[in-house]
């Protein structure tokens, strides 16, 4: 079954050994660019939609833990956080 970009960028990127791989995850979202442009440029439409579909912080980051996060966002909210990722693979794609 193939994921969606946002799930796959979380679960293959944002894990537990992500900071073992990649400097911040800015770099880790850069490798997921570089792997897949295709899936990378459907990825800031799908934050568009997920941060319409989960108004709460709550929301958020119960999505993204069910994804496989496993590190904290760096004190910005998952949604400044989100919009950051989108905005980097926006301008990366």
């Keep these: 079954m193939l994921t969606s970009p946002?799930?796959?960028l979380v679960g293959a990127y944002f894990h537990q050994d992500m900071f073992d791989l990649y400097?911040?995850?800015?770099?880790?979202?850069d490798a997921f660019v570089a792997s897949d442009p295709e899936r990378a440029r459907a990825l800031?439409?799908?934050v568009a939609?997920?941060?319409?579909?989960?108004?709460t912080e709550d929301e958020l980051?119960?999505?993204?833990?069910g994804f496989g996060l496993a590190f904290s966002t760096g004190g910005v909210t998952y949604r400044e956080w989100l919009t950051q990722i989108?905005?980097?693979v926006r301008a990366s794609t």
């Design 44 to 46: 800031p439409n799908e």
């Design 86 to 88: 989108a905005d980097h």
């Design 6 to 8: 946002l799930e796959n």
């Design 23 to 29: 400097d911040d995850e800015f770099a880790a979202v």
């Design 61 to 65: 980051e119960a999505l993204l833990r």
């Design 49 to 55: 939609r997920v941060l319409h579909e989960n108004s």
